[in-house]
T-cell receptor
């Protein structure tokens, strides 16, 4: 069964800290890994990673994929209270169901 | 506004009842996906439609069904509701049928009492 596991499930840090969120996966027919940010309702897209070792960056957020070790990390530097959210990792598959397999999410809380 | 519209935003209903959730995809998107998000589980894929046809099925209960209409909006029908069906139901859409470029709607929060 396809599986995506995120850690930690919950994280509380102070504003200005740097955080690293982890995502490991065991799936057949991997195509890409995606990160989403979910605040109140709809998950919003952050990154899509398809190749190992190539860092994707957007402002204070960055992410990288390791297809050999089957994991990805999402880094957030100089955290702000607005970064508080649930961060979801999902894997897209090449064949079969055109679905995303999601992890449980990491609930990140940034305290001022 | 993501462009994916879901109605209603909230729904409270009793056990045993039937409800219909509606989703209008982003303009130009042909695929619609339905997901269920419970408190104790992450987002679980239910079903995908592409241009009116069912394309993929996940762990969707037999009590649940969906369809996509010619104007590409989709409806998810949930019947014989149980307390455990209480969840956030998300619709997402994409241009093609391969899951790229997902855009999620804001979800419908269903509470079964």
């Amino acid at each position: 069964e396809d599986k995506v596991v995120q850690s930690p499930l919950s994280l509380v840090v102070h504003e200005g800290d740097t955080v690293t969120l982890n995502c490991s996966y065991e799936v057949t027919n991997f195509r890409s890994l995606l990160w989403y940010k979910q605040e109140k309702k709809a998950p919003t897209f952050l990154f899509m990673l398809t190749s190992s070792g190539i860092e994707k960056k957007s402002g204070r957020l960055s992410s990288i994929l390791d297809k050999k070790e089957l994991f990805s990390i999402l880094n957030i530097t100089a955290t702000q209270t607005g970064d508080s959210a649930v961060y979801l990792c999902a894997v897209s598959l090449i064949q079969g169901a055109q679905k995303l397999v999601f992890g449980q999410g990491t609930r990140l809380t940034i305290n001022p | 506004d993501s462009g994916v519209t879901q109605t209603p935003k909230h729904l409270i209903t009793a056990t045993g009842q039937r409800v219909t959730l509606r989703c209008s995809p982003r303009s130009g998107d042909l695929s619609v996906y339905w997901y269920q998000q419970s408190l104790d589980q992450g987002l679980q894929f239910l079903i995908q439609y592409y241009n009116g046809e069912e394309r993929a099925k996940g762990n969707i209960l037999e009590r649940f069904s969906a369809q996509q209409f010619p104007d590409l909006h989709s409806e998810l029908n949930l019947s014989s509701l149980e307390l455990g069906d209480s969840a956030l139901y998300f619709c997402a859409s994409s241009v093609g049928d391969r899951g790229y470029g997902y855009t999620f709607g804001s979800g419908t929060r269903l509470t079964v009492v």
